[in-house]
């Protein structure tokens, strides 16, 4: 292909990457309105409406463009509208002292870097993809510039730092394995197995999986709440997406691998469900509860009939895991909040614990949530492996998974218990009407989602090839 | 409007739950006048759907249900998972229409009971209302997807009834009600999924095949998709144990821990003695009941052959709970703790009617179900009347009640003899039924040893030794309570206190003396439910 033939083909597919485009343009617009004093309500409304802006131009075409480096399909097309959907109602979280433009141009360069890593379908292009969401990361996690801010920041720039150089070390045995970067060119042989695992550590180091969780705990406590809501959901859905299609086009993969695979969910599970148990602090015990979701996640992307039950489950999981860090967000004044700090506070805002009860147990997964509907189409998809592979691996993860729910309870409930049932405090505290309604449309979908969950499906539209 | 009858049952206390929010929390008066409206409402109803209920219908199991609606709910597409259809069936056959009027009409009580309730009253009369409508649910739910539904919505209210409204430790109380239920659902969810993967609809033509939650459907084995995990003749192991034996345990264990079974029962006295009395009156009337009738329903009609195979060893449990439950209500000091012991031993008397599967047996434990919601809802009202008066239920506390409170000791004495199974009153019925089932049992294909018999009247004698002494501590001999200033507080029962009882004790001594009206409208579904059983759990033991 000469110049001229190339870019025309960049010409031409400029278009699908318009969401894209107009993201990076607009961060950079937010860092000039910056220069300018632009208020802070004005820099808000403007990363809103760049995120508004990016969803109504994802485009509706799907197949494989610019040279084969990009794919469209019902996955992406539909996680391009979660993640800028989710940062939107991060944006809209009460102004803290930590927020600034900067702040926001972080935020977006990191949706963008997710938004690519969406649809890559060339391991250079999706490693950029993932150091650019990396490196807004970190800096996101160091914003609050205490001394537990700088800690987390350097624990997640230390890890990410080493799993970046196994995952490129993993490219580049892939890439001598099969001579080629697309991931269509990926043959299994020994070679490009050990490559293709090396590189997953990547991912599963993004995903927070066992045992690559460790900076898990730390950045959520010391980073910012708003930025630990984006992070929980951002960068860690992109990074499961890519496992989904990483793993669907390696097709049938040997037991070892899916046994693995499952080894290390169920370590997830049990190593986040029991470490959330002692946890004082709230953000550090949703931290421990985060790693524990990615457990359930993690089975989802192996198969390609998960499809339901994948999309299904990051929803959900975007929504909770949003809504939680909002209630926490609305909840602080200086610092964490523990969860003493929340004690008795259900006498004077019912209404407020009544929310925590719904989430909470959305959390845990038990009806009538959202929750419940994505773990039973979970254990579903997981009964229908064990029954098509009769691989014990999979009772003990449906086993495991299952009752981890009754530790859940325990420590997710502490939230709604402080709140309810620990005698009154003198803690004022006063909600601003706005975050109340965004708070109580976020719990409502979560009733709304368990009620009719079938409305997923019926706004997908058919992709034109 | 009889067609939506149960709709209705179900809806209206928690239209009436949602309709509380228009009032304001200091509203307290009016609040409970709506509360009680919406439970007047559904007793109507009840009543209504228990005298139009006709007694013979249906000829076998799967087709003697009554007033089924059915409204597909969700049905989406999930790549080779099929296609999931959850469906809001309903319907009642002649177990569950008792279970429904048992429901509605212990909730009224509860009501009434709670009426001077100060503290959270919007709160409170919210989460009990929902409480009434999921427990209905339950009772009335033929899809299984629904029955889990009500079953896990019923947890969430009461858990903040017992941790909000409680004694002084609450907190634990609540929470180990919660997890331990929690334990036992998730056990029957793993199983409720492994089911619908093994079941096809049979509405669909032949070849097509579509998963289903009917519960109805997963009791014909013939819907079973051949060589799946769950199917009759399925060759899928676990722990050397065939896979439909390991799914009627695990449900086995879910529902005992709710009914509650020894050893799986020591959430049930700390919830009892630390709820306030309205909610041990539900917690023991209606809770219980649910773990009872979820063996009815879905782990004996779908698992006959391993219910057939497990029955000697459900009957060993049920005489266990018995044994033991009365031995250590035997040794309470606190009045409300020895009432919750004696529902564990009573409990044990519907597991050894069901294991029995005869006619006479299970219908006796499903009756003791019925006669064991009157009789500990007046127990444990019988506590909170004097738990009222002086803030103290330890029995050896009082004595000699009888001389200053006549009109209680009167209740008392009733409700404790038909507790000990005096004949002429409701306890008897089904403990004799459960005795003949038991002794019936011993031969034929099914083997319950002899000595279960003899255990269970054992357990019978210990029921009255603990009844009988404390009745003779507390109300016999001279009179004489612990603290001076209780003295002006013991007054006999006032006007609301004999509303409460009144029909308790009317009900206890209809169902003793003239049992029939109850027995003859579950015969004829029970009759079905063992023939049933029999033939499948005969069919599969048949090389």
Known sequence: MDLQQQ???????????????????????????????????????????????????????????????????????????????????????????????????????????????????????????????????????????DRLGSEASIKYLLFGGVSSAVMIFGISLLYGANLSLYFQAFHL????????????????????????????????????????????????????????HILSLVGHLHPFVIDLILILAIGSIILGTLGALLQTDVKRMLSYGAIAHSGMILPLCLFEVALGAFKYYVIIYAIMNVTAFLFIQLHEREGNVSFSNLAGLGAKHPFMGFLSVIWSISLVGLPPTAGFIAKFFLFSMAWVSYLASGSGYWMAFIVIGVLSSTVALYFYLRLPYFYFFKPKSDLKLTFHKMHMLLLTVLTISLIYLFLQPDILDKFAPILKP | MSAHLLSLIILIPIIGSISLLLFKERQTQSIKNVALAFAILQMIFAVWLVVVFDVNFGTQMTDAFQFIEKV???????????????????????????????????????????????????SYFMLYLLLSGSIVGCFVALDFFLFYLFFELMLLPMFFLIGLWGGPRKSYASIKFFIYTLIGSLLILIVMIGLYLSVKSPDFPEGQIVHTFNLIHMMNPDNFIPGSALAMDTSWTLFGMPMRWIAF????????????????????????????????????????????????????????????????????????????????????????????????????????GLGSLTVEGASGGVFQMISHGLISAASFLIVGVIYDRTQDRTIENFSGLATKLPGYTFVVVLVFFASLGLPGLSGFVGELMVLMGAFQANGGQLILPLWIGGAVIVGILIASAYYLWVIQRMFFGKYWVREERWLVAMKDLDLREWILFTPLIVGIVVLGLYPKVVLDAMGHTMQLFITHVAYYGQLASQP
């Open chain 1, 189 to 244: 042989t020994p070679m490009s197995a050990i490559g293709l695992l090396l590189f997953m550590v990547g991912l599963l180091f993004k995903t927070s999986v066992v045992p690559f969780h460790l900076w898990t705990p730390a950045t959520y406590e010391g980073a910012p709440t708003d930025a630990v809501a984006f992070l929980s959901v951002v960068p860690k859905i992109a990074g499961f997406a890519v496992l989904y």
């Open chain 2, 249 to 352: 345990l695990a449900l086995l264990l879910g529902f005992a821990i709710k009914l509650p079974v020894v050893p799986f029962h020591t959430w049930l006295p700390d919830a009892h003695v630390e709820a306030s009395t309205p909610i041990s009156v539900v917690l023991a009337a209606l809770l219980l009941k649910v773990g009872g009738y979820g063996l009815y329903r879905v782990a004996f009609s779908i698992f006959p052959e391993a219910a057939v195979h497990f029955g000697t060893m459900i009957a060993i449990l049920g005489v266990i709970s018995i044994l033991y439950g009365g031995l250590n209500a035997m040794a309470q000091q606190d009045l409300k703790r020895l009432i919750a012991y004696s529902s564990v031993a009573h409990m044990g008397f519907v597991l050894v």
């Open chain 1, 7 to 145: 870019l025309i083909t960049i010409q031409q597919d400029l278009g699908l990457i318009s969401s894209e485009i107009v993201l990076m343009v607009g961060a950079m617009g937010l860092l000039i309105a910056g220069l300018f004093k632009v208020p802070l309500f004005g820099i808000k409304s403007m990363a809103a409406g760049l995120l508004v802006l990016a969803m109504w131009l994802v485009p509706t075409t799907q197949g494989l463009f610019f040279d084969q480096t990009l794919l469209r399909d019902d996955q992406t097309y539909f996680l391009s509208h979660l993640l800028p959907m989710a940062t939107l109602v991060v944006v809209m979280f009460k102004f803290q002292k930590h927020q600034n433009y900067e702040f926001y141009f972080l935020m977006i360069s990191v949706l963008v870097g997710a938004m690519f890593m969406l649809g890559a379908n060339n391991f250079l292009i999706l490693y950029i993809a993932i150091e650019l969401t990396s490196y807004g990361s970190y800096l996101l996690t160091g914003f609050r510039f």
């Open chain 2, 72 to 122: 597909n709910w969700i049905s989406m597409d999930v790549g080779t998972l099929g296609t999931f259809n959850i469906a809001y069936l309903v319907g009642v056959d002649g177990i569950s229409v008792w279970l429904v009027f048992l429901t509605s009409f212990i909730m009224l009580i509860g009501i009434i009971a709670s009426w001077k309730l100060k503290q959270q009253v919007h």
